[in-house]
């Protein structure tokens, strides 16, 4: 978890768990200091709510890209290939 995805957590769950009786913290105050819009922060507080501390947490955090490439295109190339040649030549 980032201190950016800390920082958010401490004021979502500071605004989850405050007291009803006591409300000082507005959802559009929270919102506010983490520099959300209120629909966004609402999205995090039904995540937390939902999944814990590890809700808002992006979900593909460590999955390999959908773009990378397979091992075997990006593998060494062979000593007489042409690019390898084009640099000794140049030298």
Not at 55 to 67: D, E, F, T, Y
Request: net charge positive; aromatic share 2%; hydrophobic share 30%.
């Amino acid at each position: 978890m980032s201190l950016q995805e800390r920082d958010r957590m401490k004021i979502v769950h500071e605004y989850v768990n405050q007291e009803p009786s006591r409300k000082h913290l507005t959802q559009a105050k929270a919102a506010q200091i983490v520099r959300l819009s209120e629909r966004q922060l609402q999205r995090l507080v039904a995540q937390y709510r939902a999944h814990g501390d590890v809700g808002p947490i992006h979900r593909l955090r460590g999955q390999p890209s959908n773009r990378k490439l397979d091992p075997s295109v990006t593998a060494p190339q062979p000593a007489g290939c042409c690019c390898c040649l084009r640099r000794s030549n140049s030298v």
